[in-house]
């Protein structure tokens, strides 16, 4: 493969627009990453088409379920904004924090700014598609594969709404995010294996028990309430250059391709060096599954991109860029001595942002800083939670 730059981006961008990404190999320490060519052209998706048949807010049970299983993943614009009306009491519109000055960040513009998602109900964006799906589909029992955060969402919203949840967890789950799904009243399994395994055990628990599933981002509600993080990001910095995006799963990051359809924003997805799922699929043409691989991230290690997420993904995205541990870990610390305690899996964009904006001349930018769901965070979270029966636990 042959490093090349993205190509020539087009004034406004919509879907089905984009015919390249490039991973970016600036910075000596940058991983060897190549350019990554995408066939084209491709199909492109019917926005809206997800909020023109969605049920209604609240709407129950079997026949929502089944109805959303037969749309394919059509998703637009449209399902973001339906998705953030919906889920409007129950998420925190959370703030854009002003400008970060850091080391080696050419600023112009108002500089990076950063959304704060560690400041959402439940520690982490995980809300906002965990609400959309749970409130959309009337959901009173659920199952998920987890790597916490998710888990702890969807926890938290059972609990509100008198649902009960289970939450599968891969070997190398945080104990403390395990601590805090019990704390509120979720079921827990674990399972030997990686991201695939869960999920697995996650699928055939939803067989078995006719508990509804709601996937911690391959899922048309999950995305789409993921995504209201990019339409507000927008509502609020309109100037917005570039948007730097943490990739696990791939949920938010297309979530916020499907907010930014029609804006000329750039979209950056940021992987764990270790776990690059969308820049290898991406690459090959194709999703392709990696083996499990570690990272500091530990919300980031998903083996392979969903079916979802990865077409809004393929058509909308602008780059990829990957970062090593070391450079997370020295995010996430120069956050904290700015005062904002994130997880790692949360100082992914900023890391990406930093690699990125070495010596180049970057505008307004916003990095995602999705989650805070710390060690302390997560022993306080489990501390405040108020008693509950925690159903069954293994
Ligand atoms: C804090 C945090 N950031 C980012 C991600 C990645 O999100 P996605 O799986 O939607 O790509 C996760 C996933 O668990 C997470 O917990």
Redesign the pocket.
Known sequence: MTTAPSAPRPPVRGAASMTSVASRTSGPSAPSMSSVSLPGPRAPLAPGALAARAAPAGAAGPAAASALAARGTALGRADVEAAAARIAGRVRRTPLLPGLPAPGLHRTGRGLLLKAEHLQYSG???LRGAANAVLALGARRMVTG?????GIALARLARALGAEVTVVLAGGAHPAKIAVIKALGGRTVRVPGGVAERDARARELAEETGAVLIP??DHELVVAG?GTVGLEILAEAPDTETVYV????????AGVCLAAYGHPVRVVGVEPAGTPRYARSLAAGHPVRLAPGDSVAD??R?QQPGAVPYPVIRDRVDDLIAVSDAEILAAAALLRRRGVEA?P??A?ALAGAIRAGRGSGAGTCVAVV??G?TKAALMAAAAAAPPSRTHCTT
């Open positions: 982490s964006f995980k987890s790597s916490g955060n998710h911690s981002s993921q943490p990739t696990g799963g791939g949920g938010l990051l919300g980031l998903g997880e899996s949360g992914v999705s989650g769901n």
